[in-house]
């Protein structure tokens, strides 16, 4: 198959969503990943042999968790009081969920192989609603820290592997339409998440943001066990339990850097020893990482240039992508004064923009190919990441509107188009790896996202003055430049990359 495949990747990607994605003539796959063989009838519709059904009752687990994570973006300001944080600390609740699930992914692909997909998903599920519970009764922001990282624990498995029995079973010409369909309910998500927050902030206490997740999961968790196909596939052979060890400590030191610095919540002889543990357990993973017969994180798949321009590119893309979820409602409920209802409907035009990008962007590609499409979606998301540094009290909520519907559509369109051309060029035993490494280096983007939006308001506040709207304009124009940086990778890329997935080859 030669796919965050087309995924809306944390919070805000999800902005995915961001990463929905979204295919053609069928022919099996071959590959030693197998569906169930009584999946389908001949009345449920199929993409090449996998129930359509399947990948919405996969994504409800999206739809979870792209609830939660919009849900909490919307009521940080909030938490922020009810905890007497400052406001920008309270970050540490979103790269909290982001460094567990960077940390846990590289052992989902192994545990799913090794115990079957559909049983690891299932399992994952039930992890993320007893995190969800657990942050609905915490009373600090220590304590929701800690339970958003057993939220990330479940998440670490819970979307890579549904993307996995997804790609593992779809022949490749028909990818883009089985992730349209996989991610088309995750994109409701950012549509609820916020209005529904602002909602539950007007009449009850901030936990039943969490608490909301339980009937959502419950509900999933049915229709999986009904519907998911049960794939089979070859014994994993021996965990890396070395490579995940150095992996998992190189993860967190870049993190936990990234999130601290600049900000004072560490001293700085702790930040500096915190940088030699980085580069040490970075340097051992990868000399490890190339001598292992079976890595824990294949850095061998980068020779696949469409899987490498994917990667380092949405990587700059998520700079931007990860911080916007942070700085929007800090700008509109603390620099602004507006509610969290207000706000929270005012977002939701990004959810929408992603939406309706989904009925265009196959064809968009298919006529115009990924390297073209990645390019100018890419300048375009530079673009509107910057805009909302602009917005004052004084701004027509319907502008703020229509600049994050823009938003929604050049996001989606890019991330569709990224995480789909990933995977044009893996072979079919390389999907497990693939998927992995994409879902790590995914999250760490959005986290370190997260962590450079902070810092730039840090900088522009100086130390502990108020949040003006002011603050807010270096931040945005910063991550809108990180995100123009992407474009020195798809310019790479040659003019029919993918062209075997987007369909373009078989129109000219």
Known sequence: MKDDALRPEGPGENPAAQLAPGGSETAPVESSVAPAADHATEATPTLGGLSRLAPIAIASALFMEFIDSTALSTALPTLARAFHADPIHLKLALTSYLLALAVMV?????????????RVFLSAMGVFLLGSVLCGFSHSLPQLVAARIIQGTGGAMMVPVGRLIIVGSTPKARLVSAMAWFTTPALVGPLIGPPL??????????????????????????????????????????????????????????????????????????????????????????WHSARAPRPILDLSLLKHQTYRASLLGGTLVRL?????????????????????????????????????????????????????????????????????????????????????????????????????????????????????????????????????????????????????????????????????????????????????????????
């Open 106 to 118: 590289p052992a989902g692909g192994w545990i799913a192989d090794r115990y079957g997909a559909r």
């Open 197 to 286: 927050a602002g909602f539950v902030l007007g009449i009850a206490d901030w936990p039943w943001i969490f608490f909301i997740n339980v009937p959502v999961g419950l509900l999933g968790m049915v229709a999986v066990a009904k519907l998911a196909p049960n794939m089979q596939r070859p014994d994993p052979g021996r965990f890396d339990t070395r490579g995940f060890v150095l992996s998992s400590i190189a993860i967190s030191a870049l993190v936990v850097v990234a999130e601290t610095a600049g900000v004072g919540l560490l001293p700085l002889w702790i930040e500096l020893g915190l940088g030699v543990v980085l580069i040490a357990s970075g340097a051992a993973f990868l």
């Open 320 to 508: 931007g992508v990860g911080a916007t979820p942070f700085l929007l409602p800090l700008l509109l409920q603390v620099a602004i004064g507006w509610s969290p209802v207000k706000a929270g409907l005012v977002t939701i035009a990004g959810g929408l923009g992603a939406l309706s990008a989904r009925t265009m962007t196959r064809k968009v590609i298919a006529r115009f190919g990924f390297r073209t499409v990645l390019l100018w979606s890419g300048v375009g998301a530079a673009l509107v990441a910057a805009i909302p540094g602009v917005f004052t009290a004084a701004t027509p909520p319907v502008l703020m509107f229509a600049t994050l519907f823009v938003s929604g559509i050049v996001r989606s369109t890019q991330f569709i188009s990224a995480n789909t051309i990933a995977y044009a060029d893996v072979p079919n035993e390389e999907i497990t790896r693939a998927s992995t490494l994409a879902s790590v280096v995914q999250q760490v983007g959005l986290s370190l996202g997260v962590s450079f939006g902070a810092l730039m308001l840090a900088i522009t506040r100086g130390g502990s003055g108020a949040l003006t709207p002011a603050r807010f304009t270096l931040p945005f124009l910063m991550i809108g430049a990180s995100t123009l940086l992407a474009q020195t990778v798809y310019v790479g890329l040659k003019r029919d990359a993918g062209s075997e997935i987007s369909g373009r080859k078989a129109t000219a």
